[in-house]
Every structure is written in structure tokens, then in C-alpha cells.
């Protein structure tokens, strides 16, 4: 099966940041885009893992997806409707 690539309309990098900024920034940046869009945040904080997927959760956003790539923690989140 092949996979699909989501393509991001938005980029933030949040890397070298420590908790709560990665969600503090994740979470400006989502007030600047639209219902549907997706924003790819790159961080290097290991909290993020699980501080990402709570905050989506949490304000109606959906995390699509999320993998290593070296040193970052790649994180795809599509904006809901109320977020």
C-alpha cells in the first residue's frame, strides 16, 4: 500500500523549545490558520510526545500524525472546526 504524504500548509519550528512553549507556540500559530489546514511542528522537547496529542484532544484539533526524524520530533495536526 502506498503511503500518502499530507502535505502541511504551515511549518513551526519549536525546536530547542522546553515545555510549555512547544504548545504555547503550537497553539498561535493554529489561531492563524483555517479549519482543515495542517501545521507541521518540529520540536526537540520528548514532552512534546505527549503534551501534542493531550492539546489536540483537548481543543478540537486533530493530531494526524507524529515520527522522529533525526534529531526532531515531527508533529502533523490538522486544525478542527472550533479550534
Do not use: Y
Amino acid at each position: 500500500m502506498a503511503e500518502i504524504e499530507i502535505q502541511a500548509t504551515a511549518v513551526l519550528d519549536a525546536r530547542g523549545l522546553l515545555c510549555p512553549m512547544p504548545i504555547v507556540k503550537i497553539a498561535k500559530a493554529m489561531k492563524g490558520l483555517e479549519p482543515g489546514d495542517v501545521l507541521r511542528v518540529l520540536a526537540t522537547d520528548r514532552g512534546s510526545i505527549a503534551d501534542v496529542p493531550a492539546w489536540a484532544g483537548s481543543t478540537g484539533n486533530v493530531l494526524l500524525d507524529w515520527h522522529q526524524e533525526g534529531d526532531a520530533l515531527v508533529f502533523l495536526l490538522r486544525k478542527g472546526g472550533e479550534g
